[in-house]
C-alpha cells in the first residue's frame, strides 16, 4: 500500500488498549490510514525494535506563562513534553495571572496551537485559586475546560468545596484536587518523620493528605461529582481510593514518577533539588503508590512538571519553592522503576489520561480513522539524565545523573512528525 503524501511508521510492535501486535502504521492527511504487516508510503519512520504507541498524554503539566516565562513557557514546555513522547499535556491554572477566567484561558489555548504537542487548559476552582469564591467556571467549560483544579493548594473551606462538586456536576466537568489541609502542613517543607526529626526542618503530615482525601471522596458520595486526586503520595490515601472506587464512585488518582522512585531519605543532603508538595514520602508509602499503579486503583501517571529557576531553586531549603521536571522522564522512569507490562504503563501514560481530560475521541489510540497522535519508543535503549540538555528553560530534575531504561525516537502529532530520532523538529 503506497499513498501520496503518506507517512509510514515501518517495522515495530503497536501497543495500545487493543493489544499487542507487531504492525506498521501508515499516517495520511493527519489520521491514521492503516495498521498492518508490508505498508509502504512516501515517508518512512524506522520503528525498528521499537513499540509504536498513543502519544502520551499528561494531566499535570506547570508551563507557567502567562507569568513566569523565565522558568518556561509554552513552547519550551510543549517541545520536552514532545521529546518525552507526550502529544497532550493539561496545562495547570497556578499562572501569573491565574487560568480563573475564559479571558486567561483563551490566551493559553491560543498560544498552545502552534506548540509541538496540543496543549490543553485548566481552570481554576476559585478566583485568584484564593479559596474563598468560585471562578466562573460555566465560561471556562464553554471554551472546552474539562478539569477544574486550585492545584498548588487545596480548597480548604468544605462548604464551598461542597458547592463547587454542585456546581461542576451540573456541567459535567470533573474537579481535580490538590489535597493538602493548610492547618496540618503549614510551615512544613518535608514529609513529617524520622528525617524531618533528624535533619531540624518543618514536616507535613501524611495525614494533611489523607484528611482531605477522605473529604473530597465523602462529598463525592453527597454530590455525585467527577473527583480526580492529584499526586497521591500515602499509603492510607491509595487505600482510600481504593475502597472509594470499589464502592461505584466517580472517583480517579493520578501519581507522579518522583512518589513512586524516591523517599523523604533524599532530603538528608537538605538540597532543594527533592524539595516538592507533596512532599517524598516514606518507603512503605513509594510501595503503595507502585501497588496502586499495578492494581489499577491509580489510573494515571502524571509528571506534575514543575520548573523553576536556578536562583530559586537554589535558595536555602526552608525558601526554594517546590517542584521538580518531569516531561522528559517519566516514561523512562515508569519503565525503568515500576516493573509493570508495556501495555499497563501506556495505559497509565495515555489512553486513561486521555478519557479523563476527555480527549479520547484524539489521543490514546493507534486504530485506523483515528487521529495519528503517535510516539515511538525504544525499550531498551539506556541513557543519562542531564538537566541543562532538556529542552526546559529550567534544569531542577532530582533524577540528574541517573541511568533509566527506555527512550522516545520518534513523536508524531496529528500526522507530522515533531520528535526525529530523538530530535526535536521545533
Known amino acids: 500500500m503506497s499513498e501520496a503524501g503518506s507517512l509510514v511508521i515501518k517495522g515495530g510492535r503497536v501497543v495500545d488498549a487493543a493489544g499487542e501486535r507487531d504492525a506498521d502504521v501508515i499516517v495520511v492527511d493527519g489520521l491514521i ?15 525498528g525494535g521499537c513499540i509504536v504507541g498513543p502519544g502520551l498524554v499528561d494531566l499535570h503539566s506547570h508551563l507557567r506563562e502567562p507569568g513566569k516565562e523565565e522558568a518556561e513557557t509554552i513552547a519550551s514546555g510543549a517541545r520536552g513534553a514532545a521529546l518525552g513522547g507526550y502529544t497532550a499535556v493539561l496545562a495547570m491554572p497556578n499562572t501569573t495571572p491565574a487560568m480563573d477566567s475564559a479571558a486567561v484561558v483563551r490566551q493559553v489555548v491560543e498560544i498552545g496551537r502552534t506548540a509541538p504537542c496540543d496543549v490543553y487548559a485548566s481552570g481554576a476552582i476559585t478566583v485568584g485559586r484564593n479559596g474563598e469564591q468560585l471562578a466562573p467556571m460555566a465560561e471556562m467549560a464553554a471554551l472546552g475546560v ?43 517543607h518535608m514529609h513529617e518523620g524520622e528525617w524531618s526529626a533528624r535533619l531540624g526542618i518543618p514536616g507535613q503530615p501524611a495525614e494533611a493528605e489523607e484528611l482531605m482525601v477522605m473529604r473530597d471522596i465523602a462529598l463525592a458520595r453527597l454530590t455525585g461529582c467527577r473527583i480526580h486526586f492529584q499526586h497521591l503520595s500515602t499509603a492510607r490515601s491509595v487505600e482510600m481510593v481504593r475502597t472509594a472506587i470499589a464502592s461505584g464512585l ?50 494515571v501517571i502524571a509528571t506534575d512538571h514543575a520548573p523553576h529557576t536556578p536562583e530559586t531553586k537554589e ?6 519553592p517546590p517542584g521538580m521536571l518531569g516531561l522528559e522522564t517519566a516514561l523512562a522512569l515508569a519503565l525503568t522503576e515500576l516493573g509493570l507490562p508495556i501495555q499497563q504503563v501506556l495505559g497509565a501514560l495515555s489512553w486513561r489520561p486521555a478519557e479523563i481530560i476527555g480527549v479520547g475521541g484524539t489521543h490514546g489510540s493507534v486504530a485506523v480513522g483515528r487521529a ?44 507530522e512528525p515533531v520528535v526525529i530520532d530523538g530530535q526535536a523538529q521545533r
Open 315 to 320: 535558595l536555602p531549603f526552608d525558601q526554594a
Open 372 to 415: 495519528a497522535n503517535l510516539c515511538v519508543i525504544d525499550p531498551e535503549v539506556t541513557w543519562t539524565v542531564d538537566g541543562a540538555a532538556m529542552a526546559s528553560r529550567s534544569a531542577n530534575t532530582p533524577f540528574q545523573g541517573r541511568e533509566l531504561r527506555g527512550k522516545v525516537r520518534h513523536t508524531v502529532l496529528h500526522g
Open 146 to 188: 474539562r478539569i477544574f483544579t486550585d492545584d498548588g493548594a487545596g480548597v480548604q473551606d468544605n462548604g464551598l468545596m461542597r458547592r463547587a462538586m454542585e456546581y461542576a456536576s451540573g456541567l459535567g466537568v470533573t474537579l481535580a484536587q490538590h489535597c493538602e489541609d493548610d492547618a496540618l502542613c503549614g510551615g512544613g
Open 250 to 299: 466517580a472517583v480517579s488518582a493520578e501519581a507522579t514518577p518522583h512518589h513512586f522512585t524516591l523517599t523523604h531519605a533524599e532530603c538528608q543532603s537538605y538540597d532543594p533539588i527533592f524539595k516538592v508538595n507533596p512532599p517524598l514520602r516514606t518507603a512503605q508509602d513509594v510501595a503503595a503508590v507502585k501497588a496502586g499503579l499495578a492494581d489499577g486503583t491509580i489510573a
Open 33 to 47: 490510514a492503516a495498521v498492518g504487516p508490508g505498508l509502504s508510503a512516501d515517508r518512512t519512520l524506522d520503528a
